[in-house]
DNA sequence: GGAACATTTCGGCCGCGAACGAAGCATGAT
DNA sequence: ATCATGCTTCGTTCGCGGCCGAAATGTTCC
């Protein structure tokens, strides 16, 4: 065996992700919200003994981060590199259709439109991007990118303020491959501002007990005029 | 419990990543190269038999390629996402020094140099990725990058030609969080350029049973001359 | 203080899957 | 043909780790 350092600590990380329960744990985390244990015992399909557990250990590989408020213990991932492994994984995982899946409703509407981490995806969050790009007020040279001049006076008139925050802190504009439009979609500052602002707005809204959104009629409005985003098509054959 | 098409299939892969063994391989198989399913074995620390069962698990969930040739089967990594998946895990993994592992002579090897899957990482990668971005060959705003006119002609000086590909095939040029150094370095087609014309140069080398690389004594002076980088320091305290 | 709720700890059960060696197929060498 | 090598299949053993329910700890509300 070759470098321990990698393998072991490799493993244990993978390992602790590859238990259904706890990875339906992190899926629900993925929205960037904090959750109570019991919600998480939800969606982990287990008992609240059983996820205390889980929760123990995912925080104890800094996976998960707790917050006691009152008698409830928020749980949150501990970091965007966190849910970038976790993007990473799940794009890695809708590769292999060998046997292919059936596609639930549920599906689709995690298809049309979702949160990762803290920023927009599915085919909403490829739009975006597109549009984006297209308009030349980001350039995604590949799959990376950078904010124009242009682009920054665009979004400071759409409400977002991006200070040039350097090498430092977070990144002002990553990408992010898209596991179900197989595409990089907006990540980093700029994607975050992106969905919290398009919340604030009121043009998306969370869809209960999912990572999807829904888009409002004032969303599909505002996103036709503002980004000349048409809503994302009902059904795609894909 | 949510959305099924995430959670399982992501269990699954997590899964089988997250055996120790099965690190190993796929830990081996991350400097971009095929090998065979006995020096798999020995990477794995597991009986031939064993790993035999670990590689036909992970070529079935597209994780591993495998390629016949004579009576040998040679095992690569799927798919550069596979390897970025990888590399996202091995980054949380570095994160967490709860308790601490010792560093052993092999570790600092690692950390000044190594391949990750087909790309300079550790700290020459890191140097690298330094001076192009403050020379302005390349621009990386933030953590994503794009190449300049002069970078483009300084590459093709350097005997990298790169086309222009534009959104298909692999991106140009991206970022990859570096585990040892927690800063990205140069990933996408040029980070792969970059590291297969040092080996064409001869200024780097493989060194035996690892992914860590030695920086031969002609590599040290063209890194110097060329990229102004001088030797990642023998020793750092870290 | 007592009741209701949230979460963790404990003990015990049970199954999955990793491991090995021996035997079975290939392919290549003599 | 015969043997060697590389890899896989089979059958078996065995231990780790997930699961639950009951009870303990902790917190808020009235």
Request: proline residues 3%; charged residues 25%; contains cysteine.
């Amino acid at each position: 065996m070759t470098t321990m350092v990698s393998g072991t600590t490799l493993a244990e990380i993978a390992a602790l992700i590859g238990d259904v329960a706890r990875a339906n744990i992190l899926s629900a985390l993925m929205d960037g919200r904090a959750l109570t244990a019991s919600e998480l015992a939800w969606h982990g399909g287990v008992s609240a003994s059983t996820t205390s557990g889980h929760l123990a250990k995912l925080a104890d590989a800094n996976l998960v981060a707790m917050a006691r408020q009152g008698r409830h213990r928020y749980y949150r991932l501990a970091s965007p590199e966190v849910a970038q492994a976790i993007e990473a994984l799940m794009a890695v995982a809708s590769f292999g259709p060998k046997r292919h899946r059936p596609v639930g409703p549920k599906d689709e509407a995690l298809r049309r439109a979702r949160t990762c981490y803290d920023h927009l995806a599915g085919r909403l969050g490829i739009a975006l991007a597109d549009t984006l790009t297209e308009r030349r007020y980001i350039v995604l040279s590949d799959s990376a990118g950078a904010v124009t001049d242009e682009g920054r006076r665009f979004l400071c008139d759409f409400g977002i303020e991006l200070e040039h925050g350097n090498g430092h802190g977070r990144a002002l504009c990553r990408t992010c491959l898209d596991w179900s439009e197989r595409r990089p979609h907006l990540a980093g500052r700029l994607g975050a501002a992106l969905c919290s602002r398009m919340f604030e707005l009121g043009w998306v809204e969370r869809i209960k007990d999912s990572r999807a959104l829904a888009i409002t009629s004032q969303g599909r409005q505002g996103l036709a005029q503002t980004f000349g985003v048409t809503e994302p098509s009902q059904a795609s054959g894909d």
